[in-house]
């Protein structure tokens, strides 16, 4: 089983549309869990923490299920600046708190 | 306040040389972690630093590979005698003491020819 492992995608949406990136996690004793976007070509830019009681931010919603080990993206009323690789990334513990392991993304493309 | 900065963003060496790669930490960062990016694969974690310390290089090819980050200027990610296969691009990222968000930098693209 991938360590992190994400919707192989890619998605390809109308401006509006809501989407939802799924992501499953491995080490049950991970500590932190992130979304990143990745634009192509560029670094990788944190777009949100997630916590466990679910967390959101303007159009952007993300929830953990520890028991699961499952985090969600949702984007909601999609715009063509969303186009990106969404990166589900997570702590790799066991007594560290810094080794993050990112999932291979999920491409989303935004159509007018 | 300046982000991660990395430089070169694009380096070309031919099979056998060496490639340096240079990574300044924002400012009041001193911790840094360097992560390579395949061709259509997600980040590898490869080494933790700080200030003049390895604390964790479980992600480092055995061989050829090196980092340090000295008291003084930027981190280095050395790649002795390259092959074609550290094609990649090469992440740095920084964070401050004990705070566990990761800030990226550009990145430097690493071809062998």
């Known amino acids: 089983r991938k360590e992190v492992e994400q919707d192989p995608g890619p998605f390809n949406v109308p401006e509006g549309a809501t989407v939802a990136f799924n992501c499953t996690y491995s080490n049950s004793a991970s500590q932190s869990f992130f979304w990143y976007r990745q634009d192509c070509r560029k670094e990788p830019k944190l777009l949100m923490s997630?916590?466990?009681s679910g967390n959101e931010d303007g159009r952007f919603t993300a929830q953990l299920n520890r028991a699961s080990q499952y985090i969600s993206l949702l984007i909601r009323d999609s715009k063509l600046s969303d186009s990106a690789t969404y990166l589900c990334v997570v702590n790799d513990s066991g007594g560290s708190n810094y080794k993050l392991t990112f999932g291979k993304g999920t491409l989303l493309t935004v159509n007018p | 306040n300046a982000g991660v900065m990395q430089n070169p963003r694009h380096l070309v060496r031919r099979r056998g040389q060496e490639a340096r790669l240079r990574c300044s930490p924002m400012?009041?960062?001193?911790?840094v972690y360097w992560y390579r990016q395949l061709p259509e694969e997600g980040l590898k974690f490869m080494v933790y630093?700080?200030?003049?310390?390895?604390?964790?290089e479980s992600g480092m090819p055995k061989e050829r590979f090196s980092a340090e980050f000295p008291k003084e200027g930027p981190s280095i990610l050395r790649i002795q005698q390259v092959v074609r296969g550290d094609s990649a691009a090469y992440f740095c990222?920084?964070?401050?003491?004990?705070?566990?968000?990761?800030?990226f930098g550009p990145g430097t693209r690493l071809t062998v020819l």
């Open positions: 630093l700080q200030k003049e310390n390895i604390i964790d």
């Open positions: 990222a920084s964070t401050e003491a004990g705070i566990d968000t990761q800030y």
């Open positions: 997630v916590y466990s």
């Open positions: 400012k009041g960062h001193s911790h």
